[in-house]
């Protein structure tokens, strides 16, 4: 994971994708010790409880370094093929004419969504993870 983020320095306007992938770590991290502690702690039963949210967190963060893995290979090569064509990258009439370099748009755009639109949820799902409520441990069926 540190890897795939460190990996983006080369590319700084991917900075603000970074600079979520890296959110996206910690929380991760967090939701971890958090749950390690709680085992160590000889609670078994509430960190269980949060499998399907440790998942689902741990999904999202590996899923956004496969997508900045491909737009950082992804973005040198549509800036190359915008040069040539003497556009800019971002030019949508061009990227509309040439499938090759809208296929690598897409790629980086990819990611932009992933890290500004799905990666902050992983804030919540933190939050659900590190409650120590019981309800769904003590509820009566």
């Not at 370094?65 to 064509?85: D, G, T, V, W």
């Not at 090759?100 to 933190?126: C, I, M, S």
């Given at each position: 994971?540190?890897?795939?983020?460190?990996?983006?320095?080369?590319?700084?306007?991917?900075?603000?994708?970074?600079?979520?992938?890296?959110?996206?770590?910690?929380?991760?991290?967090?939701?971890?010790?958090?749950l390690m502690q709680q085992g160590m702690g000889g609670e078994q039963d509430l960190p269980i409880s949060h499998a399907c949210d440790v998942l689902s967190l741990f999904?999202?963060?590996?899923?956004?370094?496969?997508?900045?893995?491909?737009?950082?290979?992804?973005?040198?090569?549509?800036?190359?093929?915008?040069?040539?064509?003497?556009?800019?990258?971002?030019?949508?009439?061009?990227?509309?004419?040439?499938?090759?370099?809208?296929?690598?748009?897409?790629?980086?755009?990819?990611?932009?969504?992933?890290?500004?639109?799905?990666?902050?949820?992983?804030?919540?799902?933190?939050?659900?993870?590190?409650?120590?409520?019981?309800?769904?441990?003590?509820?009566?069926?």
């Amino acid at each position: 994971i540190n890897e795939g983020i460190a990996a983006l320095d080369a590319l700084p306007e991917l900075a603000a994708e970074k600079s979520g992938l890296e959110k996206g770590r910690d929380r991760l991290g967090q939701a971890a010790m958090h749950l390690m502690q709680q085992g160590m702690g000889g609670e078994q039963d509430l960190p269980i409880s949060h499998a399907c949210d440790v998942l689902s967190l741990f999904g999202d963060v590996i899923i956004s370094i496969f997508l900045a893995e491909q737009a950082r290979i992804a973005l040198p090569k549509l800036q190359a093929m915008a040069a040539s064509a003497g556009r800019q990258h971002t030019d949508v009439e061009w990227l509309a004419s040439d499938s090759e370099a809208a296929f690598y748009a897409r790629k980086v755009d990819n990611l932009r969504f992933f890290t500004h639109q799905v990666l902050p949820r992983t804030a919540g799902t933190l939050k659900v993870i590190t409650d120590t409520d019981r309800t769904v441990l003590n509820a009566v069926f």
